[in-house]
């Protein structure tokens, strides 16, 4: 029997998990593999699963989905809405949400594996499917290959993937190059000297240094990098304190910088951090900061050739207008490492799963910030159809273009 795409989205929808944590995900897919008539391995790099489909002699085909969730709570409403909860890396209990459309990537993935092995007369060469843990946290493509993924499996000629994204079912959007970009995240320490509330003159206040500190970070990119340059320094979130009437002796602060190269890269944080240091001096700390990475991602770089080559297979496979060039997003994924790892072409690329009318309309009224939900918003909810078709088939599409 074909796999029931619309009960292993909605199911894979009602049950997310943390980073790390997918090992009911893992279940999932792997018991569809089973049905398809794939062997696979679990637990690479702890929680991924991969599979590979031989089919004689060409070129190895890597295909890369990522399965986990994020601590947003559902506010979609949908029959299948998540009400599921996990334990977060500090333990802290927290809501569980596919915001991000992983559950998606995953079933398309699989209904994409299910085609290619049913047609493996008209193509040749070897798919190698990644299932990945943990790309919210990007972290999940290193485990993979710590865990030896290309010692176990054909190294690929060129690595594919794909990511839902708020456009209109059935438009994919890719263009070469730089797709998106490099991320750095960090967490800062801001070291004071605690004491009563009632006698801050007494004190080096954390709190205080904490907001200076939030407020001049904001001048990196509005007065320090060019407006024609891409550049983003988030403040995520800040800590300080336990009590209205305690000064805390600390304050930390998680940082989310984007750029587009590693120029760029090496240019801002080397702002942040000096004001960050200028600030704790500025406010009399007898301790400097104390700034630590907690994850850095490079930049999503299509091959120029092998993405002509896509757009082309696309359009005629969809037709002309299907396949448009969305611009940089300035969002950040893990799925490079593959390709850097290998030294091999990437090509990565975004779908559509909004439904167009409402999407028209809402260009038409100006509102698509307003009315459509983006990636990580709880109201995040592609429609089932024809995302999860598209999704299916450019896979395929692309995977049958780069195999003989």
């Not at 049950?15 to 569809?32: D, K, M, N, W, Y």
């Not at 070897?126 to 190294?155: L, N, S």
């Not at 696309?314 to 893990?334: C, H, K, N, R, Y």
Request: glycine share 10%; aromatic share 6%.
């Amino acid at each position: 029997m074909p796999l029931d795409l619309d009960a292993i989205y909605t199911d894979l929808h009602r049950h997310p998990e943390l980073s790390f944590q997918e090992t009911r995900t893992a279940g999932v897919i792997t018991r569809e593999l089973a049905a398809i008539g794939l062997e696979y391995e679990e637990g690479v790099g702890r929680t991924g699963v991969v599979t590979a489909i031989r089919n004689g002699e060409g070129p190895v085909v890597w295909l890369r989905a990522d399965m986990d969730g994020l601590p947003v709570e559902e506010l979609t409403g949908l029959p299948y809405a998540s009400t599921a909860r996990g334990v977060d890396p500090a333990g802290t209990d927290v809501p569980v949400m596919h915001a991000c459309g992983h559950d998606m990537h995953v079933t398309a993935l699989l209904g994409a594996l299910e085609k290619l092995q049913a047609s493996r007369e008209e193509w040749s060469g070897t798919v190698v499917a990644v299932f990945q843990p943990a790309e919210e946290y990007g972290a999940g493509a290193q485990a993979m290959i710590a865990d030896g993924v290309f010692d176990r499996y054909p190294k690929p000629d060129i690595v594919l993937g794909q990511h839902l994204t708020p456009l209109p079912a059935g438009t994919i959007g890719v263009r070469p190059g730089t797709q998106m970009a490099a991320s750095d995240g960090l967490t800062v320490k801001l070291l004071g000297r605690g004491g009563h509330g009632s006698r801050p003159h007494a004190t080096i206040d954390p709190v205080v240094m904490a907001a200076a500190t939030v407020m001049r970070l904001q001048t990196v990119v509005s007065r320090e990098v060019d407006p024609r340059e891409m550049a983003v320094v988030t403040v995520g979130s800040i800590h300080a304190g336990l009590k209205n009437n305690i000064i805390p002796a600390e304050a930390t602060l998680e940082l989310s910088l984007r750029y587009p190269d590693d120029d760029a890269r090496a240019d801002i944080l080397a702002r942040v951090e000096r004001i960050v240091r200028a600030e704790a001096a500025a406010s009399g700390a007898e301790q400097g900061p104390v700034i630590s990475t907690q994850h850095s991602l490079p930049p999503t770089i299509n091959d120029p050739a092998s993405t002509a080559r896509l757009t082309a297979a696309l359009d005629a496979a969809f037709g002309q207008g299907t396949v448009i060039d969305p611009g940089m997003f300035t969002g950040s994924e893990d799925v490079s490492w593959f390709a850097r790892e290998a030294g091999v072409p990437l090509v990565y690329w975004f779908w559509g799963g909004v439904e167009p009318q409402r999407f028209a309309d809402a260009v038409a009224a100006g509102t698509v910030s307003k009315d459509i939900p983006t990636n990580h918003s709880p109201y995040f909810a592609p429609i089932l159809h024809p995302t999860i078709e598209r999704g299916v088939d450019a896979l395929t599409v692309a995977a049958r273009e780069f195999l003989a």
